[in-house]
Every structure is written in C-alpha cells, then in structure tokens.
C-alpha cells in the first residue's frame, strides 16, 4: 500500500473511526505510543526518553549478568529516538550518555576491540558536531570534556581522537 491510498481510504473513514484506529495502533505499537507520548504528554515524556537510556545501558551494564555490548541494539535506539523526538537536550542526552557506558565498560571490564573504540568515536564525533549545531555547547560541554578526561590511557587511539575531536570542535 502507498500513502496516497492509505490517504484515500482514511479520507472514507469517520471521525470516531479515525480516532479508534489510532488508539489501536496506539495499543499494539510501541513507537506509536512514544510517538505520542512525545507529542502530547509534557509530563511523561522524560520516561521515553529513559526507556532509551535503558536500551543503552542494558548492553553494557545489565541488571543481571555482564553486558553483550550489542552496539547495534543501542545505537538502533538512538536512531530510532532520532525519529520520534524532536527535543536537541534529550537527543543529546542520549547520545552522550552512550559513549559515557562505552568508556565506563571499559575502564570496569579492560582494553576492547578496535570496532568498539571506532563506534564510540564516531558517536561522539557526531554528537559534540551536533551539540554545537543546536547550540548545547554550555549544557554539554563538561560532560564531552569528562568523557576525553575518562579515556586517558585507553588502547587503540581512543584518547588521541576523542581528545582531537573535542579540542577541534569545543575546547578553548
């Protein structure tokens, strides 16, 4: 099916079947209710926000067992917190807090692989790219600045770049 059917079938639908519609995706869908939680509820919105941060951190820290560090799975969930919200602190948040976890895994569990490090770098490459696009400089800065700080000794070049990419981009 393509949009302009689905417009052209919805346009044949009543007012209450709409709104039932939505309330059943709404139901069955969970993008479909953050999506809409995003939109309408000012209050709960931080919790989709945490539920992504949870998504996050569950690959490295689990409450249960060590951590799969499925780098997949967590930047699927930033990529799909990218479509749902449109706030810049929380994306940032996000964004952050996954390279956080990252050089936390690694200074709790020891040198990882160069695929690792290269993920952590380009996340963060992105995120203080996007933090000065959006003007969070003054938000985020001490936590870009710490998470360079934290990396001091780490393999693979890891401190050199992340240490490259802030001063290029935010350091003084």
């Known amino acids: 099916m ?41 209050e709960s919105n931080s ?14 820290f689990p409450k249960k067992g ?5 780098l997949s799975v967590a930047r699927k969930s930033i990529t799909e917190f990218k479509k749902l919200s ?9 964004m952050v807090f996954y390279v956080e976890m990252g050089v936390k895994f690694t200074n709790c569990y020891g040198d990882i692989d160069e695929p690792f490090y290269l993920s952590m770098e380009s996340m ?6 996007f933090i000065i696009s959006a003007k969070l400089e003054g938000t985020f800065n001490h936590r870009c600045l710490g998470i360079v700080n934290d990396t001091t000794g780490m ?15 935010l350091g003084e």
């Open 66 to 70: 060590f951590g799969k560090v499925r």
């Open 2 to 42: 393509k949009v302009n059917d689905l417009k052209r079938n919805l346009k044949n639908s009543s007012k209450e079947e709409l709104i039932k519609e939505i309330i059943e995706l709404f139901k069955k869908n969970s993008f479909v209710k953050d999506y809409y939680i995003l939109k309408y509820d000012s």
């Open 124 to 129: 963060y490459d992105e995120v203080v790219k």
């Open 155 to 169: 393999g693979w070049g890891f401190h050199d770049q992340l240490n490259t990419i802030y001063y290029e981009n």
């Open 86 to 94: 449109q706030d810049k602190i929380q994306l940032a948040e996000l």
């Open 47 to 60: 919790s989709v926000l945490n539920k992504h941060k949870d998504v996050v951190e569950n690959e490295f």
